[in-house]
């Protein structure tokens, strides 16, 4: 087995797994930063991890030395399986994370899925953040699809049409589909021009679909305030560069005279009921 159990998992209450993978699918860092964040704030615990011999190079990613109390030891990247079992969510999350493998993608992409399908998941979530030509001012926007018509009728999502390369992001959401687990593909857009590392303003984009997906509330932390300093950062390279001022002032003029989603009854009405269940369980900075 590639995928070793470190513990053995309970039965499990619905389970849904979110992916993330580091790399390619992972502009800003985005992606990566909400399966960390949910990791955090839900007190999730590791209960699996591949076995990165099988599917690594290491030459490309590299093994580190760190100190583990008074002894040293060698911290292999690879991927992780944490569970978590919010709080008043109803059901457990099997949160997936690690480093884009470097070799045989559909055997580790099946190890996984197996993993999941032994312990009663369902659906899988797979989180991606790519760079497009949008300005750092405005919503960032998110593409949520899948390959299920019925589910993209019942959830208002888009029906999945993207052709060209991909990363295994894009091998996991079709192998999660191809195993007849419901699969939704959950994508962010970042400004190219302000594709420093990290991208909390995508970060909490993202998370707020996860919450809209999963019907529930988290903790944001400190992603608002973050978000916000990143906005201001990128308001100043606009400012002091009269180029890429004057490109942000066309990307802006370009998304506000299109038919964003943002702008939409339907967006509006969906954010009223995201802060009215916000002031329910508590206020904005409660999980």
Request: net charge negative.
């Amino acid at each position: 087995m590639s995928v070793i159990e470190i513990q053995d998992l309970p039965e499990l209450r619905d389970p849904v797994m979110l992916v993330a993978f580091e790399g390619w699918n992972d502009a800003g860092e985005s992606a990566s930063r909400v399966i960390e964040h949910l990791g955090e704030v839900w007190d999730a615990e590791t209960v699996a991890a591949v076995d990165p011999e099988d599917y690594y190079d290491f030459q490309v990613n590299r093994p580190r030395i760190i100190r583990h109390g008074p002894a040293r030891g060698v911290q292999w990247n690879t991927t992780q399986v944490q569970l978590a079992s919010p709080e008043g969510l109803g059901r457990d999350v099997l949160l997936v994370t690690g480093v884009e493998p470097s070799f045989r993608w559909r055997a580790f992409t099946t190890e996984i899925l197996d993993l999941g399908l032994d312990h009663g998941v369902g659906t899988v979530v797979t989180l991606g953040a790519l760079l497009a030509d949008v300005a750092h001012t405005r919503p960032i926007p998110v593409t949520t699809a899948t390959e299920d018509e019925a589910l993209a009728r019942e959830l208002d999502l888009e029906p999945a049409r993207y052709e060209g390369p991909t990363g295994i992001t894009g091998v996991f959401a079709d192998g999660a589909h191809q195993a007849e687990m419901t699969s939704i593909s959950v994508w962010a857009a970042i400004p190219h021009y302000a594709a420093q590392v990290p991208c909390p303003k995508a970060s909490l984009a993202l998370l707020t679909v996860v919450e809209d997906l999963l019907d529930s509330v988290v903790d944001h932390g400190e992603l608002e305030e973050e978000s916000r300093a990143w906005e201001r950062g990128v308001d100043e390279l606009a400012n002091t560069d009269e180029e890429v001022g004057e490109y942000v002032s066309a990307l802006e003029e370009a998304q506000d005279t299109s038919e964003l989603p943002e702008a939409s009854g339907d967006a509006i009405a969906k954010e009223f009921e995201r802060y009215l269940r916000r002031r329910r369980d508590g206020g904005p900075g409660q999980a």
